[in-house]
Nanobody, 130 residues
Framework: QVQLVESGGGSVQAGGSLRLSCSVF????????????MGWFRQAPGKEREGVAA????????MYVDSVKGRFTISQDNAKNTLYLQMKSLKSEDAAMYYC???????????????????WGQGTQVTVSS
């Protein structure tokens, strides 16, 4: 059973930066690296959950939603079994609850589709003030 624990959310002014972390528990580093794809999602009040970025640990291939390209970077530290989302130049529209998620590598579909993912963290809140 995979357990995901996010941290790093908070309140920041528009134009500022935050780094979110997601620690992975329940799998060995090597097994997880080759068996799962991971993603960051966000959900603002009254809106659907949106895929923000995704990464496959095995080869570090990534995917981003257009609205965050050039501002957000998804990365992983395999030694720590941790996923990151570095967010820069934050805008008011980036404010949301952010979730990390893990998908078995055999699941077919868009890397940014929530339906692809099997495990979810509890979320961490990001607030952006203008």
């Amino acid at each position: 059973q995979v357990q995901l624990v996010e941290s790093g959310g908070g309140s920041v002014q528009a134009g500022g930066s935050l780094r979110l972390s997601c620690s992975v528990f329940g799998y060995s580093r090597i097994t997880f690296r080759n068996s799962f794809r991971m993603g960051w999602f966000r959900q603002a009040p009254g809106k659907e959950r949106e895929g923000v970025a995704a990464i496959y640990f095995g080869d570090d291939s990534t995917m981003y939603v257009d609205s965050v390209k050039g501002r957000f970077t998804i990365s992983q530290d395999n030694a720590k079994n941790t996923l990151y989302l570095q967010m820069k130049s934050l805008k008011s529209e980036d404010a949301a609850m952010y979730y990390c998620a893990a998908a078995r590598i055999d699941n077919a579909g868009s890397w940014l589709a929530a339906a692809l993912y099997d495990y979810w963290g509890q979320g961490t809140q990001v607030t952006v003030s203008s």
